[in-house]
């Protein structure tokens, strides 16, 4: 612009705005270390960054250029105020200088939550967490968001999960996590056996119910997925259908009415690893990987029969019980109990676990984890029965009982008398003596899962192997699991005949 004045031309130049920004950084806010990177310094026009100075405390920085942004570069910061000021030179000397300037917190430390124990007295639910929290103003309880109030929290949960997940966040961004494991305590019981075909045979299932009425036992245990690979009642999870595991022997719901209708708990016992229907259909078909083989790659048999053994390290096996546990957990069933939850047992060098990464103990633990995980949201707890030598030896079917327990409700040791071979736990005849193998493998099972959530609740030997069991013997176990520690039991006679069990009325 030229502007005459008294016979003199006089050129007027005009200041120019760079339009300088900072932006990922708010006047007076809070930002963690590694947040600092995150900053970035701006202009209208990206050719004037190179004459953009930046300074952290009065101290220049080094800084880099990417796509029309400037942002710091090792710039390490202590806890505490800072300031940054960004300076764009103007051109014309006489005018001054475009600055941006903010005052921040560097914060580095997360929020410090607290959660109280929590327990829940049925996986059915309400679960209330309580906790505290120090430098955050709202935390995550699963996928909940809940308010902080004078640095308390609580709230009231519908479903009851195995580990609840606890998210926090601080305005800084600086977050803290933790899973806690939510502990429901098995209500306890006195059950027996009955398998599918027992509950649809009137002989078999009226003494049962005799036995409940008389205040002898509280629980029935009634197989949904047996040995034999066939599910009970009519199963509409899509795998039992297309393999043809659905038998239908009872009806489901009814049985289950009918059960809680008499006050009594109902569990599903849910024959894992074991399964012929499944082994026969996935050899036949092609998924070979599904089956427990040997190292020739035929199908695992033994003693157990022709594609008896699945391969419990194969996701599509594990998926096919999960399933069926969410099921019978869907239809009302108080507790899943998984039986041959477990490799088969023999020598583990001649096995082959297609797809097995780690230990077999390990596979069987996330197994259960997983199973419990699936469950517990739908109110059912979950058992595992194991072997009476799994106590001191876990190698030989793949059942760690440390290992297990955080993962279960309870774990049900099968310490038959008859299984017991002559000095075990000290005691010449085992088998003779029900009171006193009973007592010490049991006592050693408490040992081992205590402190981790789960309760031992055992099989118990309503059948004569070797030796004639009838009352005295019977109620000679139940002493025996009493005084170890652990009051619940169940009963196991494969022929589901206890008219001579000898239960006493609670």
């Not at 339009?19 to 004037?48: C, F, H, K, N």
């Not at 096919?320 to 041959?340: P, R």
Request: hydrophobic share 40%; with cysteine.
């Amino acid at each position: 612009m030229l502007l005459l004045v008294a016979g003199t031309v006089t050129t007027i130049v005009h200041s120019r705005d760079v339009s300088l920004a900072v932006t990922d950084l708010a006047e007076g806010g809070s930002i963690t270390p590694a947040g600092v990177q995150r900053v970035a310094i701006t202009t209208a026009d990206p050719a004037d960054l190179d004459h953009v100075s930046v300074q952290v405390d009065g101290q220049p920085v080094e800084v880099n250029h990417d796509g029309g942004r400037m942002t710091l570069v090792g710039v390490d910061l202590a806890e505490g105020d800072h300031t940054l000021s960004a300076t764009a030179p103007n051109p014309l000397p006489w005018m001054p200088d475009e600055t941006v300037e903010r005052t921040f917190t560097i914060d580095g430390t997360p929020p410090a939550v607290a959660v109280e124990p929590a327990e829940a007295t049925s996986p059915r639910g309400p679960l209330t967490v309580r906790g505290t929290v120090d430098g955050a103003d709202t935390i995550l309880l699963g996928d909940r968001e809940v308010p902080v109030r004078d640095g308390r929290f609580e709230a009231s949960l519908d479903a009851v999960p195995a580990q609840l997940k606890v998210r926090s966040a601080d305005r800084a961004g600086n977050t803290a996590q933790q899973d806690v494991a939510i502990k429901v305590t098995h209500p306890g019981m006195r059950a027996v056996h009955l398998s599918a075909t027992a509950w649809a045979t009137p002989e078999l299932r009226d003494p049962v119910l005799a036995l409940a009425r008389e205040h002898r036992i509280d629980t029935v245990q009634l197989d949904i997925k047996d040995e034999s690979g066939e599910i009970g009642y009519d199963s509409q999870v899509p795998l039992a259908r297309q393999i043809g595991a659905s038998r239908g022997y009872y009806d489901a719901r009814a049985a289950l009415d009918q059960l809680h209708g008499m006050g009594l708990r109902v569990v599903g016992r849910l024959v894992a690893f074991r399964d012929p229907v499944l082994g026969r259909a996935s050899w036949e078909s092609g998924a070979r990987d599904r089956v427990t083989q040997d190292t020739g790659g035929a199908a695992w048999s033994a003693h157990y029969g022709e594609y008896a053994f699945t391969n419990f390290a194969n996701t599509e096996v594990r998926d096919y019980n999960i399933a069926i546990a969410k099921e019978a957990a869907g239809l009302g069933f108080d507790d899943v109990l998984y039986d041959y939850v477990r490799r088969p047992d023999g020598p583990i060098g001649r096995m082959v676990f297609p797809g097995l990464t780690g230990t077999p103990e390990q596979s069987i633990t996330d197994f259960l984890r997983d199973s419990r995980a699936a469950v517990r949201p739908l109110g059912a707890y979950l058992g595992a029965s194991v072997f009476g030598i799994a106590a001191h030896s876990p190698g030989d079917v793949a059942q760690d009982i440390p290992g297990m327990s955080p993962h279960v409700d309870y774990v049900a040791p099968m310490v038959y008398p008859s299984h017991w071979g002559p000095g075990e736990y000290g005691v010449d005849n085992p088998n003779a003596k029900p009171y006193d193998i009973v007592r010490a493998s049991v006592a050693n099972f408490v040992d081992l899962t205590r402190g981790t959530g789960a309760v031992v609740i055992p099989w118990l030997q309503a059948f004569s192997l070797g030796h004639h069991y009838g009352p005295g013997e019977i109620q000679a176990q139940v002493a025996a699991t009493r005084d170890a520690g652990a009051p619940s039991f169940l009963l196991w006679n494969a022929a589901c005949a206890y008219g001579g069990a000898g239960l006493e009325p609670a």
